[in-house]
């Protein structure tokens, strides 16, 4: 069973950018995507984005305009998600969790989920 | 954000059955077999009861159930007891490796 490491909290300005690290362990970047999944206070969860690491492909929400960057390191199993042009907007836990491969595709479920990264907007 | 419309809060008393309906499109929902479910305790990460519209992995009570008619997919809580207190949030797969959720159900326990 893949376990999912998050980087610390962040307390960021507006306009600056965050960047996000999940360490997978127990599992390969081969059989698995990496998805971000966000929740603001008091509010729902909302995909941000996702990477398949064997492939080095990444898809994110059109409601973050371009402004979410997806990587992987395979020599340590971690992915990262930078974030630009942050406003309060952004402020949210941040999460990170896994699709796995099955057969041919993907099983499009998230589990598991790492534990989490708060990133804080504010002046 | 949220794309998959959930009812804001169900209730029941313990041991009564509840259903959270996740209303979405031809796009979503209805094109792909891949609606999961989700549970959130306060202060915890989320937890995956239910995949596959209607499959529970291991380790999952029975009293957790899916099902699906076109565009709208449901989960059932049978036999509702106090720990199944949360919210819970539908997911879909939407095509070309995205994915939208529900905006969210608060479930309580009477």
């Known amino acids: 069973q893949v376990q999912l490491v998050q980087s610390g909290a962040e307390v960021k300005k507006p306009g600056s950018s965050v960047k996000v690290s999940c360490k997978a362990s127990g599992g390969t970047f081969d059989t698995h995507a990496i998805n971000w999944v966000r929740q603001a206070p008091g509010q729902g969860l909302e995909w941000v984005g996702g990477?398949?690491?064997?492939?080095?492909?990444?898809?994110?929400a059109q409601s973050l305009l371009g402004r979410v960057t997806l990587t992987a390191d395979e020599s340590t199993t971690t992915t990262f998600l930078e974030l630009s042009g942050l406003t309060v907007e952004d402020t949210a836990v941040y999460y990170c969790?896994?699709?796995?491969?099955f057969g041919d595709g993907w099983d499009h479920k998230f589990d598991p989920w790492g534990q989490g990264t708060r990133v804080i907007v504010s002046s | 954000h949220s794309v998959l419309t959930q009812p804001r809060s169900v209730s029941g008393s313990p041991g009564q059955s509840v259903t959270i309906s996740c209303s979405g499109t031809g796009s979503d929902v209805g094109a792909y077999p891949y609606v999961s479910w989700y549970q959130e305790h306060p202060g915890r990460s989320p937890k995956l009861i239910i995949y596959g519209v209607n499959k529970r992995p291991s380790g999952v009570p029975a009293r957790f159930s899916g099902s699906q008619s076109d565009n709208t997919a449901s989960l059932t809580i049978s036999g509702l007891q106090a720990e199944d207190e949360a919210l819970y949030y539908c997911?879909?797969?939407?095509?070309?490796?995205?994915?939208?959720f529900g905006n969210g159900t608060q479930v309580t326990v009477l």
């Open positions: 990477i398949i690491p064997m492939f080095g492909t990444s898809t994110s």
């Open positions: 997911s879909s797969y939407a095509g070309t490796y995205t994915y939208v």
């Open positions: 969790t896994t699709v796995a491969r």
